[in-house]
T-cell receptor, first 112, second 115 residues
Framework: GDSVTQMEGPVTLSEEAFLTINCTYTATGYPSLFWYVQYPGEGLQLLLKATKADDKGSNKGFEATYRKETTSFHLEKGSVQVSDSAVYFCALGGNTGNQFYFGTGTSLTVIP | GAGVSQSPSNKVTEKGKDVELRCDPISGHTALYWYRQSLGQGLEFLIYFQGNSAPDKSGLPSDRFSAERTGGSVSTLTIQRTQQEDSAVYLC?????????????FGSGTQLSVL
């Protein structure tokens, strides 16, 4: 069945460091891929998405490219800020039956 | 309402009691999901409703868990004879149902604590 495997955390970075959070997926068909973010004390919200191969999703300085050849959707940001401290979830959806599958989440802490 | 609404926001109950958690999705969203988020864990799929179709119950962990969705709108997740391992945040999400992957809108969750 469809699934998402996400880099385990927690991740701690200094401000302005480069961030990569790895995500790979297993799916039949042509799913859409998502990154959701959960800031402390808040609910999950969509950060970015890509609906087909080679699409790049971007938002708030974060980027992720849908790589069908490597079945990956790694999240990157060139210079993290303290306000980026949150839990990041990779997700797959829209394949069969509109079901959504989430990774286990990666906790990011950015220190000044 | 403007977003997905869940109630109560916090629920403390005694082991063995039944609890009901409510989710009011965004108007017009035909897809509704329940997930469970345990401390230090990811999102665990519980159940999925799509319009008038039979729900996908494949994620329910035991027969103590059930859910219904009345009139294609409000959903209630019921946990019977609660156990301590049921303690978690229960999240509801809704979306417009269409192929290609709709965006999920999450509620703030219900924090369930079973003593």
């Amino acid at each position: 069945g469809d699934s998402v495997t996400q880099m385990e955390g927690p991740v701690t970075l200094s401000e302005e460091a480069f961030l990569t959070i790895n995500c790979t997926y297993t799916a039949t068909g042509y799913p859409s891929l998502f990154w959701y973010v959960q800031y402390p004390g808040e609910g999950l919200q969509l950060l970015l998405k890509a609906t087909k191969a080679d699409d790049k999703g971007s938002n708030k300085g974060f980027e992720a490219t849908y790589r069908k050849e490597t079945t990956s959707f790694h999240l990157e940001k060139g210079s993290v800020q303290v306000s980026d401290s949150a839990v990041y979830f990779c997700a797959l959806g829209g394949n069969t039956g509109n079901q959504f599958y989430f990774g286990t989440g990666t906790s990011l802490t950015v220190i000044p | 309402g403007a977003g997905v609404s869940q109630s109560p926001s916090n629920k403390v109950t005694e082991k063995g009691k039944d609890v009901e958690l409510r989710c009011d999705p965004i108007s017009g969203h035909t897809a509704l999901y329940w997930y469970r988020q345990s401390l230090g864990q990811g999102l665990e799929f519980l159940i999925y409703f799509q319009g008038n179709s039979a729900p996908d119950k494949s994620g329910l962990p035991s027969d103590r868990f059930s859910a219904e969705r009345t009139g294609g709108s409000v959903s209630t997740l019921t946990i019977q004879r609660t156990q301590q391992e049921d303690s978690a945040v229960y999240l509801c999400a809704s979306s417009l149902a269409h192929t290609g992957g709709g965006k999920l809108f999450f509620g703030s969750g219900t924090q369930l604590s079973v003593l």
